[in-house]
């Protein structure tokens, strides 16, 4: 097939399945372009996940644009982020003509209560699939386990506390390779 119709096909496909946004569509793409189409390994989307999420936008959106590039430059970036996009446009303009008007009504309230409790279950899933790829010293656990209680604890910035934990992330990796060296005596 045709590599920017598999692209095409394959964002469209996980676009219309994206219901929660970045965090509940990470195992839906973890399947895809990793375990099915192989297009990135788990640790390259763990990276375009983090860097995804440090960029203004959508983290689906952004993933989808980087992985496109990776696979085939800025035409497969455009094709990857046009996919990516369609569904929810087309579903927006539905939603707006068609079910705005009955959004008091109480079966389509609980259509939604069951989306948003589906959404949860696919966020913690994704949670669970990032935590095996990115957490791989007792350290990185440290990590996760600070930059949450300060998030959900203090009223910084999530950006400073990305930045923050990124810089402790570099420095902690700096000090294992500068131990690993002495230890080899390489350094």
Known sequence: MNIFL????????????????GYAVIGILQKEVVES?????????TDIMAISQSLPGIIFV????????????ILGS???????????????????????????????????????????VLILNSIKKTWRT??????????????????LITKVNVVFIILLIATLGFSKNLYFMRKEGKKNGTH
């Open 6 to 21: 598999e692209l095409f096909i394959t964002f469209f496909k996980i676009g219309c399945l994206a219901f929660g946004g």
């Open 37 to 45: 189409k192989q297009w990135v390994g788990n640790d390259e989307l």
């Open 62 to 73: 952004n993933s989808a644009t980087m992985i496109g590039y990776r696979k085939k430059g």
């Open 78 to 120: 455009i094709t990857a982020t046009a996919a990516s996009i369609l569904p929810t446009f087309i579903l927006i303009l539905v939603l707006t003509f068609g079910i705005w008007g009955f959004t008091d009504n109480i079966i389509v309230r609980k259509a939604f209560t069951g989306i948003l409790l589906g959404v949860t």
């Open 134 to 151: 990115a957490i791989k010293h007792y350290s990185d656990t440290v990590l996760a386990i600070l930059s949450t209680a300060l998030l």
